[in-house]
């Protein structure tokens, strides 16, 4: 009996209950990637996803289980964007208040369509506060209940569709490439692999700046860092979630790490050859794998793209001649 935080059937009953809310998003294909690659690769694109990133997945799961008195007390969260617009779309569906703490430098359109979702916006300073502590105490003053954005086996479990939607539409994988920021989408897409693939081997991809999952991993215990400074705003987490963790520690065969530029060079590939908008945060994967961190030919490779939700002036900032 495992003893792990989530199961396989807390995955599919997740998919059962976001069913006809969230998008089943594309996998698409690019033969100009496979070829440089020497690689049969599908990218899973979560930035189709509603409010534009995977988070959805799990903040509706965690919200469509409160209780009566949950639900009616309301929800909050702390994010740097994604997960904040995910619980207050997800709040606003489900007819509950919410609250979202995001830094103060959080992308303008994610700020934006926060509130354009009906979250309430208080801002904090990421190098210098506590997010966590100023969540729970928000939670704990207004009677709110508090959704993390990764370490709750509710967000895990929902994140986890993301793959099991993959491996049924591309069949078994030798290997799938997860971003990993706090470990919500890893932990969970690595439950799905476990039991649909057994045999694929599941690796995380965070950005250099922040390794902590990829020196967690190596010395078997969980690696606090000051807050990276990265293009990958949604990897800018400082640790990995107890919960997350211990599902990665099991599930997943390794981390790698890659550069700002080869975000923005994940990025540009995207743009000019398969004609799709992927933020930084949501390139992790793919750019392990275009860059060759790895060796993948002769694979069937599944990719994970988290997200598309990037400012029109800073994408063409960054992908600009």
Do not use: W
């Not at 293009?231 to 400082?238: E, W």
């Not at 750019?287 to 939700?309: E, F, H, T, Y």
Request: proline content about 4%; some cysteine; charged content about 20%.
């Amino acid at each position: 009996m495992s003893t792990l935080p989530i199961s396989f059937e807390d995955v599919v009953a997740a998919h059962e209950r976001i069913r006809g809310i969230a998008h089943r998003t594309p996998v698409l294909t690019s033969t100009t990637a496979n070829e440089r690659t020497g690689a049969e690769l599908f990218f899973k694109c979560e930035s189709f996803q509603r409010m534009g990133a995977f988070k959805f997945r799990g903040a509706y799961n965690a919200i469509a289980q409160f209780t009566p008195e949950q639900r009616a007390g309301g929800v909050i969260t702390f994010s740097s964007g994604n997960h904040a617009q995910a619980i207050a779309l997800s709040a606003k569906l489900l007819g509950v208040k919410a609250v979202i703490v995001m830094p103060n430098d959080a992308p303008a359109i994610k700020v934006e369509a926060t509130r354009g979702y009906g979250g309430e916006v208080i801002f904090y300073d990421r190098y210098t506060e506590d997010r966590e502590a100023l969540g729970k105490r928000l939670a704990a003053e207004r009677g709110l209940t508090l959704i993390p954005p990764y370490d709750h086996p509710h967000v895990m479990a929902g994140q986890g569709t993301a793959a099991k939607e993959l491996f049924e539409e591309a069949g078994a994988l030798d290997m799938l490439f997860v971003p990993l920021g706090g470990g919500g989408l890893l932990s969970g897409c690595a439950t799905a692999a476990h039991a649909l693939a057994p045999a694929c081997t599941v690796i995380g991809v965070e950005p250099e700046a922040g390794n902590d999952g990829q020196r967690s991993l190596r010395t078997g215990a969980i690696v606090h860092i000051e807050t990276p400074k990265t293009l990958a705003d949604g990897a800018q987490t400082q640790h990995l979630g107890n919960d997350t963790f211990a599902v990665i520690r099991e599930r997943v065969r390794e981390i790698v790490t890659v550069s700002d530029a080869e975000l923005v060079e994940a990025m540009k590939f995207f743009a000019s050859r398969m004609k799709i908008v992927v933020e930084p945060t949501g390139c992790l994967a793919a750019a392990a794998v275009l860059s060759q961190k790895l060796d993948v030919r002769g694979k069937r490779v599944g990719i994970v793209i988290s997200g598309g939700n990037v400012d029109l002036q800073r994408f063409a900032e960054l992908t600009g001649n």
